[in-house]
Nanobody, 124 residues
Framework: QAELIDSGGGLVQAGGSLRLSCATS????????RGWFRRAPGKEREFVAAINWSAGNTDYSDSVKGRFTISRDKAKNTVYLQMNSLKPEDTAVYYC?????????????????WGQGTQVTVSS
């Protein structure tokens, strides 16, 4: 059984940066899609970014495009989310996810494995 372990959250001032990591244990996800989602208090889970594990092509939500970058390290079986120019509205619990079928998607239900979440808090 695969497990996703996300980490790297914390408290940062507006304009600052954080890098989230999502490591995999128990399985190899080569060829799958990996994504990042977030849930702010009182809101639905929201798509942030996704990457095709094999091809490396990426997709972003409009709210983070140009500020966040998703990447992967195949040797470490790890996905990263580099977050720059952070805003207070980026405050949320961030979750990494893995999809066991091909096809990039922003739909949470299409992902099969989820990390436990890591809190990101951006102060103004």
């Amino acid at each position: 059984q695969a497990e996703l372990i996300d980490s790297g959250g914390g408290l940062v001032q507006a304009g600052g940066s954080l890098r989230l990591s999502c490591a995999t244990s128990g399985s190899t996800f080569s060829g799958y899609v990996r994504g990042w989602f977030r849930r702010a208090p009182g809101k639905e889970r929201e798509f942030v970014a996704a990457i095709n594990w094999s091809a490396g092509n990426t997709d972003y939500s409009d709210s983070v495009k140009g500020r966040f970058t998703i990447s992967r390290d195949k040797a470490k079986n790890t996905v990263y989310l580099q977050m720059n120019s952070l805003k207070p509205e980026d405050t949320a619990v961030y979750y990494c996810a893995a999809r066991t079928k091909n096809g990039m998607t922003s739909v949470p239900a299409a992902y099969d494995y989820w990390g436990q979440g890591t809190q990101v808090t951006v102060s103004s």
